[in-house]
């Protein structure tokens, strides 16, 4: 899970498609994979014949012709090396379907998305492929900065912030990047008829106590020192963990949030954790690099492919 030798890029045809193949160029740099894989995925439909009479040059499959442009693109804007392979497809077809078919089939273990992909009913393409894709996911905007210096990584001392935390380590390694940790808490719900300034300040020194005493079982669990990786916490008044942690990181000066996700499905639904799911929105431009437990996604899509 922590290893980037498969990348994959996915492109939509639009001025996203520029900052993303450049970034790629950072992550070959910084990463060292053995492949980097552009995918653009165009709706299935027919050409009529009146318009392939028209237009000769239309008897060339079109999804030949968009890759040829894509390569001419592709090869302006993306240096590589010799040693990373590098593909460009593209199918027709359902968006999120091939992004995830794709990535499970050819054991991508690392998928870059601009956060502005564009939309597809309620949900969007975003959260359909970042709910099922058993890759991480790296979110990035236009104007994101290709680098890697300071990440925070959203602790709720769960098994996701725990493969989180590690893939933080894992960047780390690679990039020399400061790790940093914050848990946004929740007060109790039969608390609120007994506020007082008096007891909001007792409460909260309490539940800080309580936070470090938790951090501290958490890292000793992980066998990590947490002297070495500090971790904030604050009130989430809001229930909006999201806004907090996009706040907190602008305020350390982060320039990524990790954020460790997991799937659950009820009937025909796929919900996703609503902290990363908001920390995807364009809005915030900040980069999001999410964690699935491989695993249990991998689990669910043979449920959903099979």
Not at 225 to 245: G, R, V
């Amino acid at each position: 899970m922590y290893q980037f030798e498969d990348i994959l890029v996915c492109l939509d045809l639009s001025e996203m498609d520029d900052s993303l193949i450049r970034y790629s160029n950072f992550l070959v740099e910084n990463f060292k994979p053995k492949s980097v894989t552009f995918l653009h995925v165009m709706k299935s439909y027919e050409i009529p014949p009146e318009m392939i009479s028209a237009f000769p040059h239309l008897e060339q499959p079109l999804t030949e012709i968009v890759k040829e442009e894509l390569q001419e693109k592709i090869e302006s804007l993306f240096s590589g090396t010799n040693e990373v392979q590098t593909n460009v497809k593209v199918v027709e077809g359902s968006t999120t379907d091939n992004i995830v078919r794709y990535a499970r089939e050819n054991n991508i273990t690392f998928t870059l998305m601009g956060k502005k992909i564009g939309y597809e009913g309620r949900g969007g393409i975003v959260r359909k492929v970042i709910s099922i894709i058993p890759s991480s996911v790296l979110l990035v905007s236009e104007t994101t900065q290709p680098r890697i210096e300071h990440v925070l990584v959203r602790m709720d001392f769960s098994k996701m912030s725990g493969l989180a935390l590690k893939m933080a380590l894992r960047l780390q390694e690679l990039t020399g990047a400061k790790v940093s940790c914050h848990h946004a808490y929740k007060l109790p719900l039969k608390y609120f008829p007994q506020s007082s300034p008096e007891n909001d300040k007792k409460l909260m020194q309490h539940i800080e106590k309580h936070s470090a005493k938790e951090y501290q079982k958490f890292m000793k669990k992980q066998e990590l020192d947490p002297e070495k990786i500090p971790c904030t916490n604050s009130l989430d008044p809001e229930n909006d963990e999201a806004h907090i942690l996009y706040k907190q990181a602008l305020t350390n000066g982060a320039d990524m949030i990790i954020i460790g996700s997991k799937i659950k499905s009820e009937l025909a639904d796929i919900i996703i954790d609503s902290t990363s799911e908001k920390l995807a929105s364009a809005e915030k431009n900040l980069p999001v690099l999410i964690i699935k437990d491989r695993k249990q996604t991998i689990g669910f899509l043979k449920a959903l492919f099979k």
